[in-house]
């Protein structure tokens, strides 16, 4: 589910970062017992890519790393296409 950090009703903070939700029930699940959210994550291996395949990213969470777009699962921002970064092309 995607939530619009702006106008989100439900936010909760932990281990110094902000986390917004859809719904009260979901924010007090999260605050109760975090870490099984936020372990999935963590654990992820690294996506395998293909040449000429797209990764996608979230420009606030750069951790967060899916192969096709999408949104965010900790603010909801869409996630935006890696770009390599400079470097020099063989001719």
Known sequence: MSVDPASAL??????KRSYVFCSAGCRQK????P????????QA?????LP????WTCPM?????????????ICGMA??????TGGEVSP
Request: proline fraction near 15%; include cysteine.
């Open 10 to 15: 439900h936010r909760t903070q932990f281990e």
């Open 30 to 33: 999260f605050a109760a017992d």
């Open 35 to 42: 870490h099984p959210y936020l372990r999935e994550r963590e």
């Open 45 to 49: 291996p690294a996506a395998a890519v």
């Open 52 to 55: 000429g395949e797209t990764l």
């Open 61 to 73: 969470h750069p951790e967060i790393v899916r192969k096709e777009p999408g949104s965010c699962p």
């Open 79 to 84: 996630l935006e296409p890696m770009t390599p």
